[in-house]
């Protein structure tokens, strides 16, 4: 790409346009020939270049393809559409080029025209992010609504299978009410935890999550205590955060748990490894929201990984890859990350599982 002077004014185009610097999509403002008048921080970072170099060079060079960019600036000049979007190849210094989804934009009443780029990586992602809060919502909802459905009979049920058993005199009929008394039990307890998430306010104060990870770590050991070996790989740099450190202990132990119970065969071996991994991600986008930082917390486990017929649905309630499992473990987890305006991700493989906590940091 290289600069044609004539077309620039840094300054004053660096000032009208300087909100998108806040935004983790590769944005271009262009002159209709395709003269760059302003390129947001994101773009610098993809090119390797300063927006001085970037700002005044045709757009058009920077892709494998240039043509597929004049074309639609082309239609965009004769008002033949409103927006257009396809995929192109975008070059960088001293890197291959990657692939990009572009959409194309021409506010009305000016004459600049706004390039939007988006990594088909990261579009994949957001659209992934974007489908699973969209169904976390509905079925957080749905499981609200039945709960509270479920919950008022069961009351009536419990307290009519206790009124029978006072006018029972037969200990082998007694038996049956006490198995109607005891399963109401047990379902009260599954709804209590349906609502768990919704009923306890958010206590928010500092978090030092390596504290959080050593808490959970002692919980793990004291019900697994042999074949498991626990390791540590902390970046003691990351600074606390604002948090609710009970949802946090409560979101690692879910995670940590599920990992050990599916190390049961490993652990009979004397070879389960559960480790936790504290890192920091810079300049990192999630929820559709860039973070100049952010918190990775990974969960690892060394056992045969997450079964793949509930892979895409590990996350939803009432899903449990083991026999007499709630399946409600999880989807609090992800509950509690969400109200931190994080996010959960796992990538499984046999012998490597690995569940990423991403949470905003200050």
């Not at 070059?91 to 080029?97: F, K, N, Q, V, Y």
């Not at 060394?302 to 899903?319: Q, T, W």
Request: glycine content about 6%; some cysteine.
């Amino acid at each position: 790409m290289h600069p044609v002077n004539a077309y620039t004014d840094l300054d004053t185009y660096s000032n009208r346009f300087c909100a998108y610097d806040l935004l983790a999509t590769l944005v271009a403002v262009v002159r209709p020939d395709g003269r760059v008048l302003f390129s947001n921080s994101a773009l610098e970072d993809a090119l390797g270049l300063s927006r001085r170099n970037i700002v005044g060079s045709n757009l058009a060079e920077a892709f494998t393809e240039p043509s597929l960019l004049q074309n639609a600036l082309e239609g965009a000049r004769e008002n033949e559409f409103e927006a257009l979007r396809y995929d192109a190849w975008l070059r960088r210094l001293g890197h291959e080029p990657i692939p990009l989804h572009i959409t194309i934009t021409r506010p009305e009443l000016v004459e600049e025209i706004l390039v939007e780029m988006v990594p088909l990586e990261k579009q994949t992602r957001q659209d992934r992010e974007e489908r699973f809060a969209e169904q976390a919502q509905t079925n957080k909802e749905l499981i609200r609504n039945l709960a509270h459905e479920i919950k008022n009979p069961l009351g009536g049920i419990r307290g009519a299978a206790q009124l029978l058993e006072m006018e029972i005199e037969s200990p082998e009929l007694i038996e049956y009410t006490q198995v109607i008394i005891h399963e109401a039990d047990r379902l009260q307890s599954l709804v209590d935890r349906l609502l768990a998430p919704h009923r306890r306010p958010h206590m928010v104060g500092d978090v030092n999550i390596h504290e959080v990870c050593e808490r959970v770590r002692f919980l793990i050991l004291a019900e697994f205590p042999r074949g498991l070996r626990v390791v540590r790989d902390f970046d003691t740099s990351i600074p606390e955060f604002r948090g609710d450190r009970e949802q946090l202990i409560q979101t690692v132990l879910n995670i940590a748990h599920n990992a050990c119970q599916a190390l049961a065969e490993r652990m009979a071996a004397g070879d389960a490894v559960l480790t936790f991994c504290t890192r920091v991600a810079r300049q990192t986008t999630f929820g559709k929201q860039r973070y100049r930082l952010a918190l990775e917390l990974h969960v690892i486990d060394n056992g045969p990984g997450v079964p793949e017929a509930i892979k895409d649905r590990i996350f939803y309630p009432l899903v449990s890859g083991r026999e007499g499992g709630s399946g409600l473990g999880l989807t609090l987890a992800q509950t509690y990350i969400q109200q931190h305006h994080g996010l959960i991700e796992v990538d499984s493989a046999p012998g490597r599982t690995d569940f990423k906590i991403l949470i905003p940091l200050p």
